[in-house]
């Protein structure tokens, strides 16, 4: 699996950063801040967060808003509590895979700007999976140094 970094291996200014406290809650935070952000304004603007829902064909449309602002605020709060971060991880990763399938699909689009754009966010919501499975495993990592 992941064994320790030589630390002679790397600058000086890029061991402090790691070695900071400070650096995995930030990270953590920026990993979750957009999913957090979107469950505060979904729940500031029901009707809203009711007709997003309506509008990718998810039914009953106030059903899902309401899972999805329970999985936008529970899943990053356990990520930065710390505390069964591979739960946090594996709700947001779930549920960011079925909303880039559900508002990316770009395999079923006809070529051009729209497609283009839908296949690049699809691919990015991909990658913030891994980012959900890094912090999973480096949360392991912690807790089995512990």
Do not use: C
């Not at 106030?62 to 509590?81: M, Q, R």
């Not at 051009?112 to 919501?125: I, K, L, P, S, V």
């Amino acid at each position: 699996m992941l064994r320790p970094l030589d630390p002679s291996q790397e600058p000086r200014f890029v061991d402090a950063i790691l070695e900071w406290r400070p650096t995995w809650f930030l990270a953590r935070l920026a990993l979750v801040g957009a999913y957090l952000l979107g469950g505060v304004v979904k729940a500031s603007d029901w009707n809203a967060a009711v007709a997003e829902q309506a509008h990718f064909g998810m039914h009953p449309p106030a059903l899902w808003a309401a899972l999805t602002i329970a999985v936008e605020f529970i899943g990053p709060i356990l990520i930065l509590w710390g505390r069964l971060v591979w739960l946090g991880a594996g709700m947001l990763g779930v549920f960011t895979l079925l909303a880039a399938v559900t508002a990316n699909a770009f395999w079923a689009m006809p070529a051009g700007q729209d497609r283009f754009m839908a296949t690049n966010a699809f691919f990015e919501h991909i990658g913030l999976i891994g980012g959900f499975v890094l912090a999973a495993l480096v949360a392991e990592l912690e807790r089995r140094r512990a």
